[in-house]
């Protein structure tokens, strides 16, 4: 990844203007360094989410970000029309604090974009503002304190825009991270970006199987046994098939009719109502590994193949509702 361009401009909503920055700031290698962490950290993020803006040829968000990566003699100018337009949204959006914004123009995987972060900057670094009388300038720099720039805060709300081109609506992804948790949209995403989140693959196919693992602990509490053929039954779905048949998965993996209506209710709540393609390179990611946590204060992680392989794990349910778990066939062990 290489950080082209970066610049900083200081929202206070208790304040009448924004302070927007007139001069690009100079790359050090700590905010090189700070800026490649907090965007592959975007990048990565569970919670980011390819996103379309609305009226598309009129968005000035798209109009701006559009400007910087065609035509990056308008980096700074641009910006500041991103930043006055935030400032905006925060000025009557309570859920919006106050924050440094930074936009930066970045190459990765050989593709420019633009990413607009919402930095705390209590938290994450101090900055200084410098006004040149003499040019009419003014300029806001980042400011290593005595323990570094801090990278470690998360990221709360960040856009990432790519070129424009054959496949508009997805150049843009978006982190909106307490919303997302909530299942809803925060003015970050509806009055500042004027976008909408899509459904894609990735997002339903996350969806279902969280929620479906969620469903089985709270409806086989009392069953763990059931609740283990279950989730076998999904998992193999997950790894094997290329779509999901709700109606056929359900017949195939829950047995008394309650059980089926609730969890089919809880799909449609969820927006999951008829088939979808399966991300398979999500799954790929995600099902490699199982973490399973007991009362009697032992976990046992290890790869999903490995506990789905019953020449190595197993478990007996008791009569007074315990069970065994055991671990077969170990040739070997050490202490760590």
């Not at 050090?28 to 989410?49: G, M």
């Not at 323990?147 to 150049?171: M, R, T, V, Y």
Request: glycine letters at 4%; proline letters at 1%.
């Amino acid at each position: 990844m290489i950080i082209n361009k970066f610049i900083i401009h200081v929202l206070d909503k208790n304040a009448d203007f924004p302070v927007l920055n007139d001069v690009e700031n100079s790359i050090s290698p700590e905010t090189d360094a700070f800026y490649q962490k907090v965007i592959r950290r975007i990048l990565r993020d569970e919670d980011l989410r390819k996103a379309k803006f609305k009226d598309y040829g009129e968005n000035e968000i798209r109009v701006c970000a559009d400007h910087i990566l065609y035509d990056e003699a308008s980096f700074v100018v641009s910006s500041q029309g991103i930043a006055r337009f935030m400032f905006d949204a925060m000025k009557i959006n309570a859920e919006l604090d106050s924050c440094d914004l930074a936009l930066v123009l970045y190459t990765h995987k050989d593709q420019k974009g633009v990413a607009i972060i919402k930095l705390d900057y209590k938290k994450l670094y101090t900055h200084e503002i410098v006004y040149d009388e003499n040019e009419s300038l003014v300029a806001i720099k980042m400011v290593t304190n005595e323990i570094g720039i801090q990278d470690s805060q998360k990221i709360i709300h960040a856009a990432l825009i790519g070129p424009s081109g054959l496949n508009d609506e997805w150049q843009l992804q978006v982190l909106d991270k307490l919303a997302e948790k909530q299942e809803t949209d925060s003015s970050f995403v509806t009055e500042f970006l004027k976008a909408e989140k899509v459904r894609d693959e990735k997002y339903l196919t996350k969806v279902f199987k969280n929620t479906t693992e969620n469903w089985i602990t709270n409806a086989y509490a009392n069953d763990v046994k059931e609740a283990e053929s279950v989730r076998s039954i999904l998992n193999y779905n997950l790894k094997e098939a290329n779509d999901v048949d709700l109606d056929k998965f359900i017949e195939e993996s829950i047995r008394d009719d309650d059980r089926k209506e609730s969890y089919k209710e809880l799909m449609v709540e969820k927006g999951i109502v008829e088939g979808f393609n399966i991300d398979k390179t999500w799954v790929e990611k995600k099902l490699k590994r199982r973490s399973i946590k007991t009362n009697t204060g032992f976990d046992i992680k290890g790869l999903l193949d490995d506990f789905e392989d019953p020449m190595k794990y197993s478990f007996k349910q008791n009569e007074d509702g315990s069970f065994d778990i055991t671990i077969k066939n170990i040739d070997f062990y050490e202490e760590k």
